[in-house]
Every structure is written in structure tokens, then in C-alpha cells.
């Protein structure tokens, strides 16, 4: 094997854990509450589009019906994640050491 093969399987491998490396700085925490953020934010257009809606302001009801839509799957998707978060939690608890 020449030398210079190796160090490029150096550098191939330098780099693959570089991506690793950046791949786990990725904070749980910030996902979380970027999506509660964004599930907030589809429930607020939502509720400000039928406001619209009623006071005569939007004639169009699609695009109320679609962000009211868009707001609910938006929740009950959280909610199915922060259920699938509990039952980890509870399958973690369960474990005997």
C-alpha cells in the first residue's frame, strides 16, 4: 500500500467524523421548542384567517379551511410525538439493571 492512499483514507475518515461530530451537536432541546414555536405560529394564522373571515376582510373560506387544517394536523402530530416521548420514558423506566 503506498503512502499516499493511506493519507487519503485519512482524510476520508477525518472528515466522515467531522460530519458525525456536527451531527451530534444537534440540541433536542432546540428542535423541540422550534416545532412548539411553529405549531403556535400555525395556530395563531389560523385563528387570525377566520377572525378575517368573519369581519368580511378574506372572501376566500379555502384558505381558512386549509390553515385551520394545517394548524390541527400540526397538533395532533406534537401531540403523537410527545406520546411516543412518554412511552420511551416508560420503556426506559422499566428496565432492570
Known sequence: MKIS???NDIK???LLQKDN???DNIDF???LFDSINKINTY????EE???KLASGEIDNIH???IAGQKAEIALQFAIEVKNKIMDAYKEIM???L
Open 5 to 7: 492512499n493511506y493519507y
Open 12 to 14: 476520508i475518515s477525518n
Open 21 to 23: 461530530k456536527d451531527k
Open 29 to 31: 432541546k432546540k428542535i
Open 43 to 46: 395556530e395563531e394564522e389560523a
Open 49 to 51: 384567517m377566520g377572525l
Open 63 to 65: 384558505d381558512v379551511m
Open 94 to 96: 422499566r428496565i432492570q
